[in-house]
T-cell receptor, first 112, second 118 residues
């Protein structure tokens, strides 16, 4: 049972433009969502989070939007930079609020 | 910021041998650590939850006797791949939650360990 889905395996964006990465979830009990960024052969690093009591959280170039009724998250990166090229994972907390359940990830390529 | 260190970062072993991977939280205590496995071009798959002072909780389909987890202290968890076979070759990543900040939801990840079994 896939509780988190990132339906776009990859995304290619021109430098300076907006990157939009999407994530859908099935469990309405999720109350906290996190985005992680991962470079090849490295562990993921935390990027940005959002609590279910909010519908938007912004941190510099990164903004996460939450639509609870649609069970949908999106991460906006603007302006996109070549260094943003990585795999992005959407990760709502798991069943017990401890473990993370990762989506399949979206590979972002920012072209200069 | 919180740092999680994994060792070794890269290991090659012969089929049938056992390999131990360490995961250490360097500047915080972690009663709970997690072990993930990543196959090429795939997502991170949670293998088990490592609990300090008690038995690990394994995800469905993960062999307990194959992947031994020990969480002997608040800063160290180890994953031992026993009788390794080529299909065990993968990228293993650990993560830890800061026990002093349990409500943030954030996990800190190690750098990962690349295991190649010949």
């Amino acid at each position: 049972d896939q509780q988190v889905k990132q339906n776009s395996p990859s995304l290619s964006v021109q430098e300076g433009r907006i990157s939009i990465l999407n994530c859908d979830y099935t469990n309405s009990m999720f109350d906290y969502f996190l985005w992680y960024k991962k470079y090849p052969a490295e562990g993921p690093t935390f990027l940005i989070s959002i609590s279910s009591i909010k519908d938007k959280n912004e941190d510099g170039r990164f903004t996460v939007f939450l639509n609870k009724s649609a069970k949908h998250l999106s991460l906006h990166i603007v302006p996109s930079q070549p260094g943003d090229s990585a795999v992005y994972f959407c990760a709502p907390p798991g069943e017990y609020g401890n473990k993370l359940v990762f989506g399949a990830g979206t590979i972002l390529r920012v072209k200069s | 910021g919180a740092v999680v260190s994994q060792h070794p970062s890269w290991v090659i072993c012969k089929s049938g041998t056992s390999v131990k991977i360490e995961c250490r939280s360097l500047d915080f205590q972690a009663t709970t650590m997690f072990w993930y496995r990543q196959f090429p071009k795939q997502s991170l798959m949670l293998m088990a939850t490592s609990n300090e002072g008690s038995k690990a909780t394994y995800e469905q389909g993960v062999e307990k006797d194959k992947f031994l987890i020990n969480h002997a202290s608040l800063t160290l968890s180890t994953l031992t791949v026993t009788s390794a076979h080529p299909e065990d070759s993968s990228f293993y990543i650990c993560s830890a939650r800061d026990s002093g900040r349990p409500n943030t939801g954030e996990l800190f990840f190690g750098e990962g360990s690349r295991l190649t079994v010949l």
